[in-house]
């Protein structure tokens, strides 16, 4: 069984930067897809980001084209969510999925799940 841990959640002001962090039990970072998707109170879990492992394929919401970066270090064993000139609506508990073999943005395109990691955009 596979499990996904994020980190690097917290409270941080309009404007501001943070990196997520999302490390995986075993080597699942290799095959599939990895992506990114986040859930504020009383709203369904939305796309962010995701990506393919072969050939590299990104999607990223409309949201946060520009602002969010999904990157992994060179050993693939830990995926980045770079978040930068947060704004209030980018407040919500984030998650990481993971696949084995599908990609995709939505909820049903990954099997594996963190338990998230809030983050929390506020003045």
């Known amino acids: 069984q596979v499990q996904l841990v994020e980190s690097g959640g917290g409270l941080v002001q309009p404007g501001d930067s943070l990196t997520l962090s999302c490390t995986a039990s075993?080597?699942?970072?290799?095959?599939?897809?990895v992506g990114w998707f986040r859930q504020a109170p009383g709203q369904e879990r939305k796309f962010v980001t995701a990506?393919?492992?072969?050939?590299?394929?990104?999607l990223v919401a409309d949201s946060v084209e520009g602002r969010f970066t999904i990157s992994t270090d060179n050993d693939k064993e830990t995926v980045y969510l770079q978040m930068n000139n947060l704004k209030t609506e980018d407040t919500a508990v984030y998650y990481c999925?993971?696949?084995?073999?599908?990609?995709?943005?939505?909820?049903?395109?990954?099997?594996?799940w963190g338990q998230g990691t809030q983050v929390t955009v506020s003045s």
């Open positions: 999925a993971a696949d084995l073999s599908r990609f995709g943005y939505r909820p049903t395109h990954f099997a594996y």
């Open positions: 990506l393919r492992w072969n050939g590299g394929k990104i």
């Open positions: 075993e080597r699942t970072f290799s095959n599939g897809s």
